[in-house]
């Protein structure tokens, strides 16, 4: 699934071909994502302003409003040229000046494209969404702030994004191991020194990331239809019953919410 550097990545990757150009068209093959998709005439014609990241959401600006893109569980974004041959999960082109074109390839149709006239930030997917993991407000304060009196694990407030947006399992684990903290603690009995410290454990991790990220997309947007993974190294997560890498101790795995957590006994407490 594609978690937040992925969507970063994209957007830096898409962002200098399709920022200033004009939507001249589209091919929309399959209008039946996660939700219809509905294009509105009046788009053609409309300018890119930008292209923005909000959570796991591309906002691309436009005259108008905004095109909200969401890749959902297997979707892809790739740039390609207009009339370029279009494979069978190749559902929506969104085509500028004519020439280059915008497709999203998505085997199992969870993506979504909306169109938002106005404001983007009061799109209904959008409002509720808590803090970004990379913006200032993003912090050891705001963290101990809003788990005050809960006892929920650690780990879910982390992945909860009316908390934080775009912190998914993997990057939970990592991070929880990166600031030492036992993922099923109390979320309401870490102090704020502890806070501050998985809350820049949450950025490195994510930039992190993004960095190698960065290196895969090129190869992705120039051939066709390949999909860039990220190498990064991880330090738990996957790694159940193997050694940890800092002091040698087997790794150790529970479920929390249903999903796969793996901490160090040792360097996690
Ligand atoms: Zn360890």
Redesign the pocket.
């Known amino acids: 699934m594609p978690e937040l550097p992925e969507v970063e990545t994209t957007r830096r990757g898409i962002e200098p071909s399709i920022s200033g150009r004009r939507i001249s068209g589209w091919q929309l093959r399959q209008p039946r994502l996660r939700w219809p998709v509905e294009l509105p005439d009046r788009l053609r014609g409309e300018r890119v302003h930008r292209v923005l990241r909000r959570a796991k959401y591309l906002i691309l600006e436009i005259d108008s409003g905004a095109l909200i893109v969401h890749l959902g569980m297997s979707g892809s974004l790739q740039l390609t040229n207009v009339g370029a041959p279009a494979g069978r999960h190749d559902h929506v082109d969104l085509e500028f000046d004519g020439r280059r074109a915008l497709r999203l390839t998505d085997p199992r149709r969870f993506g979504s494209i909306h169109y938002h006239e106005g404001d983007w930030r009061t799109h209904w997917l959008i409002r509720g969404l808590g803090v970004e993991p990379l913006d200032a407000a993003f912090s050891g304060a705001h963290l101990h702030s809003v788990s005050r009196g809960r006892r929920v694990a650690v780990k879910l407030l982390l992945m909860d994004a009316a908390v934080v947006v775009g912190v998914g399992n993997i990057y939970a684990n990592e991070s929880l191991f990166r600031a030492g903290i036992r993922p099923r603690h109390a979320a309401g009995r870490i102090p704020l020194d502890r806070y501050a410290a998985l809350a820049e454990s949450v950025r490195v991790v994510l930039r992190e990331a993004i960095d190698q990220g960065g290196t895969t997309l090129r190869d992705f947007v120039d051939e066709s239809g390949r999909r860039g993974y990220f190498s990064q190294s991880l330090n738990v997560y996957g790694r159940e019953g193997l050694p940890?890498?800092?002091?040698?101790?087997v790794?150790k795995g529970l479920r929390l919410g249903q999903r796969a957590t793996v901490y160090?006994?040792?360097?996690?407490r």
Do not use: T
Request: with cysteine.
């Open positions: 940890c890498y800092r002091c040698g101790s790794l160090c006994p040792n360097c996690q």
